[in-house]
């Protein structure tokens, strides 16, 4: 898979996972909601349910800026599998930054409530992937 279609089938899709590393070498995943443009992905601290805003997905990147998201399609049929793949380094902006404007026009769920919460960007500096066929 070229860059370019990593980057069209990870922008397309509905959730990725998000890993991190602690400063202690500790790996962290969560999915995630998100939105690209160009080279950037972002994702939100939102709404749906936490025992807190202080997550530790955003104290890793604190800590260790360089994150990975992985976003793939699942079918019975083994030849339609695909994943795509953003490495990149992340930075938390500060609630309510302008590419919260880019999650509202994804999710129709942000319409009403958009993420009132910290903001990651993350420069993607190299898209991958893999296809079945």
């Not at 080279?39 to 202080?54: E, G, L, M, N, W």
Request: net charge positive.
């Amino acid at each position: 898979m070229t860059p370019e279609e990593a980057r069209s089938r990870f922008s397309a899709a509905r959730v990725a996972r998000l890993a991190t590393v602690s400063a202690a070498g500790v790996p962290h995943l969560v999915p995630v909601t998100f939105a690209v443009r160009g080279d950037t992905v972002v994702f939100a601290v939102d709404h749906k349910p936490k025992s807190t805003t202080a997550l530790r997905r955003l104290a890793n990147i604190e800590a260790n800026p360089a994150v990975c998201f992985l976003a793939d399609g699942y079918d019975e049929d083994w030849s339609r599998l695909w994943w795509a793949r953003a490495d990149g380094t992340a930075r938390a902006l500060p609630p309510g930054a302008e590419p919260v404007s880019w999650l509202v026009a994804k999710y129709a769920q942000y319409a009403a409530r958009p993420p009132e919460h910290a903001v990651v960007v993350t420069d993607v500096h190299r898209w991958s992937g893999w296809t079945g066929s």
